[in-house]
């Protein structure tokens, strides 16, 4: 029997995700990994893939990889991710979020490959959550747009499609690029920084592990459509931040609830997401871990990378 390896070309593989997917996809047998960023490779495991470093907003860069690699699955996790960035540079978020995946998609089409797309819960206007996948999408921020233009972008192609939408990551990887809710809230505390937290906005934070691990079920099983992949628990990101505070043995105290109109931010972010998880429970036999267990994988993974 002939062992076909698939080739998985990972894009934004410097992100907490993409660094999640590399740990757990470069030492599968089936899989010959390919992990592009555009900027320098920050995971210091270089082995068991091969890495790129490439702007997926060149068209021509990005065409020539159907001749260096022809991938059978890309992951296209490469974003403009932050809400506030997108709203005061527009023309960024469009190119990063918008032109580049266009440039994925063409690339997934011209090589018949499996296309998995990233995407957010955001792209709902978070007032009639939680949300299943075939809900009504209505995003109220450039981000969610741009993300849901991606999403758009991603089911009109003839190739095998996915698309993934998940709600606050949080997790760590041994490069971190960037923070997420867990670290800022402990490292804040820890610094002995007040912090505002908003009490009006409802989620579902979702640990990268388990998000990483939903994609691989994708990627094995060749499940196409929209899967909603986040965690089970749902409350304010204020009551989240108070159990972050607990669990570490940290002064809450520091944190002060506080409206999402008195922070003035400049890109409305959805009140009340949440998801509606039996599709992706059934079909990827996805089993979210719990927030304290979360929380408990961050404090030893932290330990392992410090």
């Not at 080739?7 to 757990?24: C, D, P, R």
């Not at 009639?128 to 999408?137: H, I, M, W």
Request: include cysteine.
């Amino acid at each position: 029997m002939v062992h076909n390896i698939k080739k998985v070309l990972i894009t934004g593989s410097n992100g907490l995700l993409g660094q999640n997917l590399i740990k757990i996809l470069r030492g599968n047998p089936d899989y010959q990994l390919f992990a592009l960023s555009r900027s320098p490779n920050v995971y210091p495991d270089q082995d068991g893939y091969t890495f790129i470093q490439l702007d997926l907003t060149e068209e021509a860069a990005v065409n020539k990889l159907a001749k260096d690699i022809l991938p059978d699955v890309i992951v296209h996790a490469a974003a403009m991710t932050q809400v506030d960035p997108c709203e005061l540079n527009p023309a960024d978020c469009e190119s990063i979020n918008v032109d580049a995946t266009r440039n994925i998609a063409k690339l997934a089409g011209r090589c018949g490959s499996h296309l998995v797309y990233i995407s957010t819960d955001f792209v709902f206007s978070g007032e009639n959550g939680p949300y299943r996948e075939e809900d009504q999408v209505d995003p109220v921020s450039i981000y969610g747009e741009s993300k849901l233009a991606g999403e758009r972008i991603t089911m009109k192609l003839s190739v095998p499609w996915s698309i993934v939408r998940t709600i606050l990551v949080y997790g760590v990887t041994p490069a971190m690029s960037r923070s997420n809710l867990v670290l800022w809230v402990k490292n804040s505390l820890e610094a002995g920084k007040a912090i505002r937290v908003v009490n009006d906005q409802f989620r579902m934070p979702t640990l990268v592990d388990d998000l990483a691990n939903g994609i691989g079920s994708i990627i094995k099983g060749q499940k196409e459509g929209i899967y909603h992949l986040s965690g089970d628990e749902y409350g304010s990101v204020y009551d989240f931040s108070l159990r972050i505070a607990r669990f570490f043995s940290l002064d809450e105290s520091l944190i002060s609830p506080i409206s999402s109109a008195s922070l003035e931010q400049a890109g409305k972010r959805p009140p009340d997401t949440g998801f509606i998880l039996d599709k992706a429970e059934k079909e990827l036999n996805f089993k979210p871990t719990s927030f304290v267990n979360g929380l408990t994988v961050v404090q030893n993974l932290l330990s392992v990378y410090q």
